[in-house]
């Protein structure tokens, strides 16, 4: 019996491990290919590209720690349109990253609360995925549509 | 989750003690398994699923295994099934990237893969299920009957993301009974505290100042600069990783359990055995029971055990990192135990204790520009400015910079890694002649560092963990 019940085990494991590859994994691209793919679909009348010392200002991160980094940023300060990708050098990164991505959005909804329902729902609805080594985020109405072209380029 | 953070210390801890402390003990370990399972989720959503069936084939084998004792040969079959998947899975996951990487960099085509994160712990808990099967194999241990028992060895919380690595054998007979105690407790809290303060103010502070140099442009860096580095690295690493193994230590003994300890103030070694004896002790006790003393070693020629001395190395140097540059560091400290133990050793044993730790420390910090470093070209870089001839001279500004603004870091670090600073607290404890007095006197010492730790986790965003790699 025990015979069997390991090979439906090690059966069950190697499934979920190719659901893992299929659904969660991460590419190997480079990242100015990734970077090419999202770029292609952002709405520049409302984004700009930000500098690195943005990455600093907003998210306390330096760009030099990662092996790739694009941050599109709103031009109004009225409003919370953000899009982030990151590509982590090591695994270890992610974890403090997606920390730091939550607190990102945690401030922004403390300074929109019972000010303006319309950019509290953009936060509430925030895409964040990690794939791999990459971290990606938006905030935006175009937000879902960012992501798919994100999952597209991996 | 990380102990050393504030989610951990003041939400999951205090509600994970209370629940364990007022439920009767036929419940404490399914509140810990419980526990355990979340604390991973956490930070591993998807792969906990992957933990829990791990946990699942795991127990199933050893079944197998014991079931099959009275044909050996069957049950070796299983043995190495077992062992065999284990391994496949752990090398799917932490070096299927670099043997893709590796093949790619020789090949004339790039072939594209796509890569998975590595499920944080998986070097411990793979390493702890085959400790597992093989003490059942060797008849060491009973086959485990309980699921909640064997998934708890596996998957326990407090030494679940980052050891120690413990064996099977000697905590079979905690995992069915274990005696809780306010004094045990309160040892533990000891223990958690001096760990989280390793973690949160040394190895922090020395891994920013480590972060600094390193990302200094080349050719603008002095000898000292780069020593001053390399320093800062060491007291980084055995600051978070001995502080991690207090902490898990600590929290062991809260829940009743016993953890070996881990490590020894391996800085005061004098030799390289011997900072290996004192080293990540866990780790070296099970590639010794479980991989050298397997390969036959004791019985064999000279050659025979150089050559299983570097296999084990090897071995160990890829266990912490899949690149280049640790399989070269295992193979570094390989070398150096094959040298000390068949070559210098014994004419070393006559040196003053003074050289003989100059010796032991260098070739340590030499050691850890191996670890450190992206690639072995980088390493030979950074070590070209340590002796000199990549250097912008033998000392400049900046040295003397670290140097005059860490000093009070580098002092407490040196007192921290050697005994020095363990008895100068005793010493003050021991001051007081009173008993309570004594308890008044470490509870301030003690309270305190904790509240310096809570400090820098507060104003200090950076408090990533050098285990998440491994």
Redesign the interface.
Known sequence: M??F??YV??T??IG??VL??VF??????PFQEIEQGVENSIDTEKLEKSDMQALKRYY?LNA?DYAGVMLYTSESSMSTEEVLLIKV????????LMG?VERRIESRKNDFEGYSPKQMQLLEEAQVS?R??YLFMAISPRAEEYKAAYMKSL | MVFSSITFLFIFLPVILVLYYIIPDKFKNVVMLSASLIFYAWGEPLYVIFLILSILFNYVCGLDIGAKQKDLRKAKLSLVFAVTVNICFLGFFKYYGFLMDSLNAVLPVNIPYRELPLPIGISIYILQAISYLVDVYRREAEPQKNILHLGLYISMFPQLTAGPIVRYIHIEEQLKRRTLSTRRFGQGAVYFITGLGKKVILANSAGNVFEHIWGLQAGHVSVLTAWIGCISFGFQIYFELSGYSDMAMGLAKMFGFEFPKNFDYPYTASSISGFWKRWHISLGNWFREYVYIPLGTGHQGRSRQVLNLLIVWMLIGFWYGDSWTFLFWGLYYGILLIMERFWWGRSMKRMPSVVRHIYTMALILIGWVFFFSPSLGAAVKYMGVMFGPGASGFIDKQAFFYVTTHWLLYLTAILGSSTAGYRGIRYIIDSFEDGRAKKAAASVIYIGIFLISIAYLVTEPSNSLLYFKF
């Open positions: 025990t015979e019940l390991k085990t090690l069950v494991i979920y491990v893992l590859i969660t994994s991460g590419s190997t691209k306390g030099a050098k090591d695994d270890g990164q992610m974890q403090q730091t990690v791999g080594k």
